[in-house]
């Protein structure tokens, strides 16, 4: 075939990504995705260890999940892997948690839409409540990722989650129904538990420093004050102003501890308790918080509940 013109970058992207994938190549769109009846059971590919985990109490029995990233895994800097490749090419349908979290694997996952179902899980509050989610200062449409940390929007996710399983899967659409419900009840249990055992801390006490800014979520949902020495994404270095600044509040409010976190590395950390210490103020730090990622398969806190359970009492054990 003659070439008119030379390929778009964008577009030889897709082709390489489609290839690779085994997907089929060139720019064309799929007109829709398979009408033929799932497998039994279906198999769930997800990106992070918080949707694994949500998929599985929605599936149950029914469904196959595999996650993508494990403990201590960044999603901000993740790169698939072959393996991972094999797994989204044999999945019957992916889950991600979506608003550019996953940031080196988004435009592949918007893409792989074309050929199967791929769904991000925040794509419901996105699209009918979008006043929901923290919206960055000074873009257009730029979202704060980290929405599991306000436990009530996750449950909506996970609602969301469940009528796209119904939606592929319908003949066992009021199982997924019935254990989203189940699911959400221990959520909605779980958010009551974060806002009474956080209001024991005083106010003037209740300040959360961490490595990355994850918890604006939970800062907004539980009325605590939040600040992270890098941005919402762990590409950006913290910068000496930043630290600076961070230690003229600890030393000023005489905050007690600040916290580490399981998929961001400690030196951060460690710079802000030295340069408190030069002022004359002890700081602790008061344990390593789940923030990107689960903690180890098979422990409590390699669930989402789990997390969340063992972050809440590490704060509050440290800074009330």
Not at 50 to 67: F, P, S
Not at 80 to 97: E, G, K
Not at 248 to 277: H, M, Q, T, W, Y
Request: net charge neutral; glycine share 8%.
């Amino acid at each position: 075939m003659k070439l008119l013109a030379k390929p778009t970058a964008a577009c030889v992207g897709l082709a390489l990504a489609a290839a690779w994938l085994g997907l089929g190549a060139g720019c064309r769109r799929a007109e829709s995705h398979s009408k033929a009846a799932p497998r039994y059971p279906l198999r769930v590919v997800c990106t992070t260890g918080m949707v694994a985990d949500m998929l599985k109490n929605i599936g149950g029995q029914h469904v196959i999940v595999q996650a993508m990233m494990g403990p201590g895994v960044d999603p901000h800097l993740y790169k698939a892997t072959p393996r991972d490749v094999r797994r989204l090419t044999s999945a019957d349908v992916v889950f991600y948690s979506g608003l550019h979290l996953e940031g080196r694997l988004a435009e592949l996952l918007e893409k792989l839409d074309r050929w199967k179902p791929t769904h991000a899980v925040t794509d419901g509050l996105k699209r009918s409540d979008p006043s929901s989610l923290r919206h960055m200062p000074g873009t257009e449409g730029v979202y704060d990722p980290h929405v599991w940390f306000n436990v009530a929007l996750w449950a909506r996710c996970a609602e969301y989650a469940a009528e796209r399983l119904a939606a592929l899967d319908p003949g066992r659409a009021d199982d997924y129904r019935r254990n989203a419900a189940n699911y959400i009840a221990k959520l909605k249990a779980l958010d009551e538990e974060c806002r009474k055992r956080l209001a024991e801390i005083p106010r003037e006490r209740r300040v959360l420093v961490t490595a990355h800014d994850a918890f604006g979520y939970f800062g907004e949902a539980y009325d605590v004050e939040v600040h992270g020495l890098q941005g919402l994404s762990t590409v950006a270095e913290a910068d000496l102003g930043s630290v600076n600044q961070i230690i003229d509040l600890l030393v000023a409010r005489r905050v007690k501890a600040v916290f580490v976190e399981s998929s961001v590395p400690i030196k951060n950390i460690r710079a802000l308790v030295e340069g408190c210490a030069a002022r004359g103020h002890k700081v602790a730090i008061g344990g390593e918080l789940f923030s990107d990622a689960l903690g180890p398969e098979g422990t409590r806190e390699g669930t989402y509940l789990g997390m969340v359970e063992h972050n809440l009492n590490a704060i509050v054990e440290a800074l009330k």
